[in-house]
């Protein structure tokens, strides 16, 4: 670069004119002197620059020579002379940049750093595109430990540079000062890649290598630096170190050597060597090498340490810890290697501080006992080791055994407690023990095997305890936990109740235990009883044992919803932390109050709170449900029901009991009807009643589904929803319907009848009880339903046909007509009117009237079959026999849109052969 620049410089200067050798000139004037001024970089150049510059030379020639000496002087490692030359052609040259880089790098030479940083500063300024440029800059920041401000000079110049070498170089080297050594590594392969193969890429990345305990790849990568860059000392400091690290002190010690002769004022040089001699145990030879890299470069963080641990080896902790205390307070540590370092230091102050560690064998009884009952003892397991190692009795090591399990984690215990079974074998209290570590295995999923294993230990456990009333109560204690916990509720009610016998002091945990079960069971009344005796039990300093919202959720199920709110008051008055407690169950609350919108925002808040607050959930699915967000309350409900359901545990920390569950399950069906899921609806409902057999509305809910789909099967479920809810309009209303349906008319009138009378909000129960009695031939009376209808609803074609049908039946052909007629005329749109009044114009005897409303009606798609079909029996009755024919012939070519019309299609097809054959016989 300086040779380019000097030429750049000469070009610049003196191309446009040589210096003409004039008479008289002076040898320096002449070409000769400029060559050797221009190439020379010995003395002889140095003094062919210098003879340039006697006399009064012109400024071109003057900016010649002094760039030409300024070079020669650095060739000569003279840079303090150079930058004198370098200023004098500035001044000559000013908007040269090459000549501020070069004096640049000159000030660095000598140590100028804030010099350097100026000129390299104007190089960037006058030349921003020239990565070169960004590159001296951020080379001398990242040696001022101006790692930001290196970051920033090197990413511009790849911005304008894409591939420029030095660039990755410096990039590998600044990430190397981070601590990123892997990406370091990156870097300099790039670089290397693109021709940048000096003996910083190799020393960075064999260093690189070394931090990331890569001792080969790094003592191949200095090797081969060396092959290229032969006795370099930077690279024989490096494989020196990694050598130490191979376990290769004696090669380490020839190249610790050998940079020491190489560079004898290199701090490093010496704490390498001192570390390699403190391993071969020549600690005088290593005290004088970390005195002289400590003389030569106090700051030196390795320098400090190696001295430290040379101290540490001679005996000297005192002066160690000096050193260590000093090292970790430094306030100076830039480089990811010192902050290493540093905190290195500072983890040594903390292990020399430690007290000195105990001794476990030489504990007395008394003191390893306490250690091995003691939760956060740090000698806790080992002096449980001690105890179960010398216990003098089998039951004695078996206790320890258990003791020592309370030591390791959740998942470890069992391999002891499995060992205290096995050392005492008929001992009670190690099967409890193996019983509570089976109990901790279980993961609330649907494997119940460590959950069994548990009982079947506390079982045998309590048949061993025979005679000793304090183990057989935890035995029982043990398995009524176990049981709840899977769901067995009966035998866990069994224990509960045995204990309450056994001892007072339990009977609040038994009681509230047992109200939960028997909550658990689909019992809440029984449920009631239990929680407001445990509540009575229950000791102020207690309390904190009590659930209180078994009581809550017992209040609620039997419909005691005032109540369950004060309960829910008093209890967000004592704790308003326990949100995830009394949050959901004062949202099922004012669900079960009938509240659903109110239900709905409080559940919601809980699960925007809480994601996985799957009793909020539960409820913000049941009330949406009842909205109307038929989606929403599919969704919400079927995450609760997926994940709780099957597994008792998690139902009961979600309070999802049978009764909840159940109407969860019927919820999520009415929503599933909404959605036109009518299979997934039935299964919903079919469940709820396995769930809850006796409530009433899932039974009633699935017959309406299944009367809907035509299925008999609604008889069986509606008679269940009466036989539970005898008085509920809404399924006496229902079981008219069904009934009716299933050719029962004399039941379907009786429940009409009792539904009526119980104010059923069902507009259709006239016109039901209507037809019911129509069929039973209570024509009376089901023109008085008839007419109660059509008085309401005027336009029901429906009613107003029974209406007809019952006069016609009576004999008041009269009004039947009158009926017809005003049927007609509330709902012309109905076919099947026109045709029961073209019916009765033909009974009648007034044909022509007839045939003129059965043409009505023929224009009508759902009547038309039929009223051709009529047409043509009322022409065939007058002799018209080709008219007959031609309405025959229309009914036949109708397509069919009733199931009935297949009869008719049939019917007239015979009335229009027996016709043909009359006409063919005449």
Known sequence: MAGFCLRLLALTLLSAAALPAASGTSWAQTAATRQLCKEDRTEKGLAACTAMLKGKPKPEVRAFAHLGRAQVLIALGRPAEALKDYDETIKLAPNFVALYRDRGRARYAVGDHGGAMADFSVAVEREPFAADNHANRAYLKIVLDDLDGARKDIDQGLFWEKEHARSYYLRGLLLYRLGQYGDAITA????????????????????????????????????????????????????ARTRLELKRPAEALADADE??????????????????????????GARADADKAVELDPKLFDAQQVKAEILMAAGDRDGARAIYQRSAARTDARTAQDIASRDRAAARIIQMDAPKPIVVSELDEAELKKRCETRD?????????????????????????IERSYARPFGQRLADLEEAVAAAPGYSPALLGRAKGHSSEYRYDEDLRPLDLAWADADSALRLAAGNAGQAKRARVTRAVVAFTKGDYERASADLTAIMALDDDMKPWAYDLRAQALLYSGKPAEALVDARQAKALMKPESAGLFREDALVISLIETGQIDAALTEIDAWKARDPRAAIGHGPLYARALLARGDAAAAYEAANALVAANQFNMAAIAVRGAASARL????????????VLDASLKIAAKAQNDNLTPNFAADLLVARGLARIQLNQMIAARADFGEAIRLAPDRAQAYGERAGLTYRAGDPAALADIAMALRIEPAAPRWLALAARVNLATKDPTAAEKFASEALAANAPDADLPLLRARARLATGNLKGAVEDATMRTTAAPGDAEAWLVRIEAQAGLGDLTAALADAEAARAANASDGRILLALGDLKARSGDAPAAIGVFEEAASKPDAALAANKRLGDLYAGIASDQLAL?????????????????????????ARDALIRKMSAK
């Open 188 to 239: 300099i392969n790039r670089g290397r890649e693109l021709g940048f193969r000096t003996h910083d890429g190799f020393i960075t990345k064999a260093l690189s290598h070394y931090r990331l305990g890569a001792f080969d790849a790094a003592e191949t990568e200095a090797s081969e630096g060396l092959k290229a860059f032969a006795n370099q000392p930077d690279l024989l400091e490096a494989r």
């Open 259 to 284: 940079v020491v002769r190489l560079a004898p004022r290199y701090a490093r040089a010496y704490s390498t060597r001192a570390a390699v001699k403190l391993a071969l145990n020549d600690n005088n």
């Open 377 to 401: 003892d740090p000698l806790r397991l080992q002096s449980c080791d001690r105890l179960v190692e010398t216990a003098a009795t089998p039951e004695a090591k078996a206790d320890w055994l």
């Open 628 to 639: 109307g967000r038929a989606l929403d309350a599919s969704g919400d409900i079927s995450n």
């Open 886 to 910: 031609g309405y025959y012939a229309k009914a036949l070519e109708l397509p069919l849109r009733k199931p009935e019309d297949e009869a008719l299609k049939a019917a007239a097809r015979a």
